[in-house]
Every structure is written in C-alpha cells, then in structure tokens.
C-alpha cells in the first residue's frame, strides 16, 4: 500500500457502510464493493447535474505492476468491482433514484440525441421477493438531458416498510428496451439480508465460451463469481440479483462446461450463500 494512511481510511469508510468481514478474504471482497459504490455515487451525481458537469474522468483506470491500488483494472487485465459500477453507471441511459434526508428523487439521465418516452414502473419489495407496492407513470426524457422524473417523501413511501428490509425497483422502459436501478433505504450495515441459496448452471454455446446462469430464492446483494479464485474475467460481475430472477454472464475459457462449474464459486454480502450447482 503506497499510501500510509490509505489502509486506515479504506477500513473507517468500510466500518460506515457494511459489517465488519469474518476474514481477510472477505475484506478484499467489501473493500472493492466500497470502492464501486462511492465511484458510482459520484458518476450519479454528476450525471443527474448535466449542464452544470457535461464528463467524468476519474483516476485511475489501471496498473502498470502489480499492486495494491485505486485502479479499477488490475496489472493482469483483470477488473475490480469498480470497473464494473462505473460501466453500468456510464451506459447511455441510466435510471437514477437519489435519497436525501426524506427526499426521495427519481432521475432519468440520457447521453442520446433523440427524446425518450416511455413508463416508470416503481415495484417495492422486500429483500424475500414479497411485492409490497407497485406503480406505473409515463416519462419523457429531451434528447441529451438529465430530467427528474419522480419525487417522493421516503417515509410516506415506505408506509411502514421496514428500510432494512426493503429495496425499490426502478425500471424505465422506452422503445423496448428496459433501464433499471435498485434503490435501498438502509447502508448493508443496517440492513437485514436474509441467507440465500444460489443456484449456478454453465453451457458452452461455443468452444470459447461458457455462459453462467445464476438465480436466487432471496435477493443476492453483490453477488460475485470466482472462476479458479478470480472475479475479473466475467462480462458482468458484483450485481445484486433479485428473488427469482435469472442473470447470465459470460467468460472465457476452453474447457467443458462441466469441468468449468466444479470450478464456479461464489460470494455476497448476505450473512449465508449457499450455492447448488446444477
């Protein structure tokens, strides 16, 4: 670590935000999720401030030896967590709910030349996939425009929800296609994630690559993959995966599928992950 007081730092802003990890794996593991979490908080920010902040550049994006560092791609090519949130968080289009004090803001932010219109559906759940409210509103986006879309009281919202145990799901879909954002209402410090079972499928579409299908009976927060003890290989990684739901990813690698899932792992946030490979 170049940086003396850097270890200090990074552990204070973790003890804010999550529990304190079991193990030194496990805080590599939360250390990287911190990290994604401020850089996309400042990307949000920035981008629902369009006119007033028109780029992001951030530092830095990689390592030239191998190294503890604030990069988000390590010397070997590999991606941390970081590189992960501030791709999803600089795609063209993102949804971008915003909590202050009880102000609950609900941006739409668009980078393309052309308005956008089309429906906010707002489905709060609880983290066991219970749906405890759901609404629908039409939306119109100008071209290149970061425009406010909804605005709610947070505790008129949650009408007696617990926060700790309640995630909103913001999903704009316009022209066909879906843009999404989760929101919570607690820091993973406060919040009740309950155990969860992740089941885990591979297939070779092509010899080159193998296709990992995940799915979960409660929600996943960060769930990540490990293929041989590195995370940094898949075409998506560190996601929250919703009750229910199904995601696939992608990586490369020449062996069959089979012998390709006896070495599939994987961690989350949640207290208990367990995993039942298919």
């Known amino acids: 670590q170049k940086n003396p007081a850097a270890n200090g730092k990074i552990l204070y802003y973790l003890s804010e935000n999550f529990r304190y990890p079991e193990n030194f794996r496990k805080l590599l593991y939360v250390s990287q999720i911190l990290q994604g979490m401020a850089m996309k908080y400042g990307v949000d920010h920035w981008r629902r401030h369009r006119g007033r902040c028109m780029g992001t550049l951030y530092w830095q994006i990689n390592d030239n030896w191998p190294v503890a560092s604030w990069a988000s791609i390590d010397y070997y090519g590999r991606w941390k967590a970081m590189h992960y949130f501030v791709k999803k968080a600089c795609e063209p289009v993102v949804v ?68 700790g145990n309640a995630v909103l799901v913001c999903e704009f879909r316009s022209d066909k296609t879906a843009y999404r954002a989760l929101q919570y209402f607690e820091t993973m410090k406060n919040a009740t994630l309950p155990a969860a079972a992740v089941r885990i499928r591979a297939e070779k579409p092509d010899a080159a690559t193998c296709r990992i299908t995940v799915s979960s009976d409660k929600l996943a927060k960060n769930l990540t993959l490990h293929y041989k003890g590195t995370a940094g290989i898949f075409s998506d990684n560190y996601f929250d995966l919703l009750p229910g739901e199904s995601r696939s990813v992608t990586l490369t690698a020449p062996e069959d599928a089979a012998e390709i899932l006896r070495h599939i792992e994987c961690m989350a946030l949640n207290p208990e992950t367990t995993i039942i490979k298919l």
């Open 96 to 163: 971008s709910p915003y909590i202050q004090g009880d102000t609950l803001d609900i941006f739409v932010v668009s980078d393309l030349r052309k308005p956008l219109r089309g429906v906010m559906k707002l489905t709060l759940t609880d983290f066991s996939g219970n749906e405890l409210k759901s609404s629908s509103h039409p939306v119109t986006v100008g071209a290149a425009a970061s425009q406010r879309a909804l605005r709610y009281g947070v505790r008129d919202y949650l009408d007696g929800a617990d926060p």
